[in-house]
């Protein structure tokens, strides 16, 4: 179809705002993009875009050309989807991005299980603690920890997470051991800034959210990082329950103030909202759910 490369460049304009994000989705050259949006405007007889020193709007045919051919290429894609689902092994390559920590950790032995279980799809994992647009970055999912806070997204629940208070032994015998969380201003505390609000730890007191705002001497931009420095006897650090597991189990650290822990979080595999799942990204998905169904963060 000599038109669907230019409509599918059009559609990505208007998502990204820009010429170069929308050739980034698309894996072309900023030349490349331009071509094919003249392409179109010529061959529709019309501009569909008013283009400035500053951003592309669309006009108000530009508008309307939108809202119709962005169903018509859902449609197409569903159909494309449909008719490749019928193979009986998933195929292809599947782009993903995840947190460096759970990634590394736990993530990579379930995608070496699942890359093994379906020999014909392409991994391609990128480990980072940017929060990455999938869209704009051509990702087809991603594991995010936490809360999520991105609507646009569909997101699929793999498991709870905890994040928990850990000291060594040694620290709560030397410092004593926290009874309320207002006692962590007096203790040596070991700051993650991979939190949104490094400095400031929540809990739940008779089921109101309690803010304890800190300081500290030690700041790492890494979990495990954080973890060893409280079982030397740094500290008290603050990390999720699938980095402190085995060192809680095999008694380097004890587990404090649990009665004042937040609500969970989660760990869950994100992807764009769309009529059909790929089956590659649906086995994946499901894979992952399966697999980190009740997990045991203790290994």
Not at 161 to 181: C, N, S, W
């Amino acid at each position: 179809m000599p038109r669907l490369e230019p409509d599918r460049l059009f559609v990505a304009i208007m998502e990204t705002g820009s010429l170069a994000g929308a050739a980034r989705r698309l894996g072309l050259s900023s030349g490349q993009a331009s071509k094919l949006l003249a392409r179109l405007e010529t061959d529709l007889g019309v501009r569909l875009l008013n283009r400035s020193t500053r951003a592309l709007a669309p006009t108000e045919v530009g508008q309307a050309y939108y809202d119709r051919i962005r169903s018509i290429l859902d449609e197409l894609d569903t159909l494309d989807a449909e008719v490749q689902d019928r193979a009986t092994t998933p195929r292809g390559r599947l782009r993903l991005t995840a947190p460096l920590t759970f990634g590394t950790l736990r993530l990579v032995p379930a995608l070496n299980a699942f890359a093994e279980a379906f020999p014909e799809i392409d991994l391609d994992v990128s480990f980072t603690d940017r929060m990455v647009n999938l869209l704009d970055e051509g990702f087809d999912a991603a594991i995010r920890a936490g809360r999520v806070a991105d609507s646009t997204l569909i997101a699929k629940k793999l498991c709870d997470m905890q994040t928990i208070l850990v000291a060594a032994p040694a620290y709560l015998e030397r410092h004593g051991t926290p009874a309320h969380p207002a006692d962590l201003t007096r203790h040596a505390c070991i700051i993650d800034t991979n939190f949104r609000d490094p400095l400031l730890w929540r809990f739940r007191d008779a089921g109101a959210t309690l803010s304890i705002p800190l300081t500290a001497r030690l700041r790492y931009s890494n979990a495990e990082a954080c973890l060893r420095a409280a079982e030397t006897g740094l500290g008290i650090a603050h990390v999720p329950d699938f980095v402190a597991g085995p060192s809680l189990a095999a008694g380097r650290t004890a587990a404090l103030l649990p009665g004042f822990a937040e609500a969970p979080g989660g760990i869950y595999a994100l992807y764009p909202p769309g009529r059909h799942l790929t089956a590659k990204l649906r086995a994946l998905v499901d894979f992952l759910a399966a697999r980190f169904h009740k997990p045991d963060w203790t290994r």
